[in-house]
């Protein structure tokens, strides 16, 4: 597509703070691309960095079909993506990557636990639940506890239930309210880790250093980098990344979610076709931020280097379990103040409990084994970092 600026636009489905990054990145950089972004939220978090913002559903076929007829190539940032409507642009001759057919694989757990088995990657124990006698024999096959989890349309946490015992399969059920779920045997895991992972056009891939991933109530609360695992550990999970990269298809980067189990063992948690939230260190502490390549990736360029610079640990900002609506930050000057500390915000105008409002990288030059220190720090510095209620506007419960 020819444009009179001689810079090529990048479609994304999503204006949320995974392409507010991508925005970012695309300026720092000084790469020769502008954004378009479908999202439904009126100045969403990425419209300081968009050409233009399409207000509309992330699922909408016309606004994305609109979307895709104007961009150089096309991308999404969030999995509720309509799979099919973005098939349809690529039949119709435009670049859309990751390829809609592995965004349709990814976005059902079922299906893409299915899929992961059928090409021999590691993953743990599960099967389809169809109602509450499925979920009982599934108990009496897996034990308890047990994940009961949503199929299709839950992230963060959102739409898993960890079931102790038999006698919550009625309340379990219903909870779900008829959406399609699935059953996973529990995993005694060690620790989670990610690898972020990126492939280009021309098949090249890449892989950045193991992270480990520290959870609270299902959303992610830390990662550190590097994973304090065994070198052994590592190369087997960055192995497991590049294999499943090799098995799914189009360009991007990919965000892979482990446990390492009490022996060492692999095991494949999920997978996110796009940018990921354990990623978001590799800004300040990698020579080519996960945002970079993503672009670089989907556009036909080399991909970057993944070296790391630092040791580092990224924290999330969540919103404060008692307020909802309108803010304040505090603390953020004395935050910012902090060498080797970068703290990033989304611009959301309203919080939420466990919402992500923001981010804050910790980075030390130190060997690696001064990261339980940096973690420490890491958690000092989040917790600096605090939100009150909008001053004269009324909270809403």
Known sequence: MSHASGRRVI??????????????????????????????????????VLARQIVADFKDSAAILRLGAESDVLTFEIEQANSATLEEVEKSGRTVHPSPATLRILQDKLVQKTFLRSKGLPVADFREVAGRDGLLQALREFGCPAFLKARTDSYDGRGNLAILSPDQADSAIAAFAGRPLMVERHVDFALEVSVIAARSTTGEI????????????????????????????????????????????????????????????????????????????????????????????????????????????MVNLLGAPDLKGPFTWHGLETARAIPGAYVHLYGKKETAPRRKMGHVTLTDVNAPDYRDAL???AEHLRQMIVQKAAKGLPLRA
């Open 375 to 377: 973690v420490h720090r």
């Open 11 to 48: 479609g994304v489905v999503g204006g949320g703070q995974l392409c507010l990054m991508l925005g970012e990145e695309i300026r720092r950089r000084g790469l020769p691309f502008d954004l378009v972004a479908i999202d439904p939220t009126e100045d969403c978090p990425a419209r300081p």
């Open 206 to 313: 890449r892989t950045y250093p193991v992270g480990e991933n520290l959870h609270e109530e299902s959303i992610l609360r830390a990662t550190i980098v590097p994973a304090r695992v065994e070198p052994a550990v590592a190369r087997a999970a960055e192995e497991v990344a590049r294999e499943t990269l090799n098995a799914l298809q189009g360009a991007g980067v990919f965000g892979i979610e482990m446990f390492v189990d009490r022996k060492g063992g692999i095991l494949i948690n999920e997978i996110a076709p796009r940018v990921h939230n354990s990623g978001h260190y590799t800004i300040e502490a990698c020579r080519t931020s996960q945002f970079e390549q993503h672009i670089r990736a989907i556009t036909g360029m080399e991909l970057g280097d993944t070296t790391l610079l630092y040791s580092a640990v």
